[in-house]
């Protein structure tokens, strides 16, 4: 499933090799026809403004955006877990489910990065793929709406993902989510406070040791399903 790949590439730190390769990514994405005709127009549309911006700019907006907005982090455990240690046991979990599935993680990364989460389930069925995201749809509907407050065209990518989702999110706790933090832009002061501070999605005492059955399968879940209790290339040039 290339389309998850393609999107997870447009959300990595933009450069010149997404200048060059924008427009096989809109063609994978139109011919995979995985997405509605409404998400590849949006799509697209991220795609223009990509190409006629200057790569600077690109890349000051992306740092601004989610480097330094603890609430946009692209980072899912930093919205289940906060900067505590429970999310250093969860990522060597779910290190351990990728490299079971044969996907190389680089040392720069971490499972929990949306991109690489994204790289990972376009080698899964679509069964296996609606379920891992249907779990963390709150989480992607949150920051969508705050992508929106900022007036920012990420927030496509978003809502491309959610609308393949069956399951709806949960529309009071992403309300509360947005109340407690819009994706507004900090400034030092309010970073190191945010850091300090336990973020919006609970993991609601989720043990490490998951349920009894498939390792890939119980992991996934029981480290994105904080609502509910049941349940190697970058890109192809």
């Given amino acids: ?31 995979e026809k995985w997405l509605s005709n409404k998400s590849i127009k949006q799509i ?8 006629k911006s200057d790569l600077l700019d690109l890349q000051e907006n992306y740092v601004a955006l989610f480097d330094r907005t603890p609430s946009l982090s692209l980072h899912l455990f930093e919205h289940i877990h906060g900067d505590s240690r429970d999310r250093g046991q969860a990522l060597a979990d779910l290190t351990e489910v990728f490299q079971n599935e044969g996907l190389s993680i680089h040392l ?25 995201f249907d779990n963390i749809v709150n989480i992607l509907c949150a920051l969508k709406s705050r992508l929106e407050n900022r007036k920012s065209i990420y927030a496509y990518i978003f809502e491309a993902l959610i609308d393949t989702l069956a399951r709806k999110p949960d529309l009071r706790a992403v309300e509360q989510a947005i109340k407690r933090d819009s994706g507004a832009a900090y400034d ?19 043990d490490n040791n998951g349920s009894a059955g498939c390792p890939k399968a119980d992991e996934l879940i029981a480290r994105f399903s904080e609502y509910h209790d049941t349940k190697s290339e970058r890109i192809t040039k």
């Fill in 44 to 51: 697209d549309k991220f795609i223009e403004e990509m190409e």
């Fill in 188 to 206: 030092l002061e309010q970073l190191d406070k945010e850091w300090e501070e336990q973020f919006a999605f609970e993991n609601n005492g989720l």
């Fill in 108 to 132: 720069a990364e971490t499972p929990d990065y949306l991109p690489v989460f994204l790289e990972f389930n376009s080698t899964q069925s679509q069964e296996d793929v609606k379920e891992n």
């Fill in 1 to 31: 499933m290339r389309t998850l790949k393609i999107l997870g590439f447009l959300l990595t730190y933009p450069t010149d090799d997404h200048l060059q390769n924008l427009d096989e990514c809109r063609l994978i994405l139109k011919n």
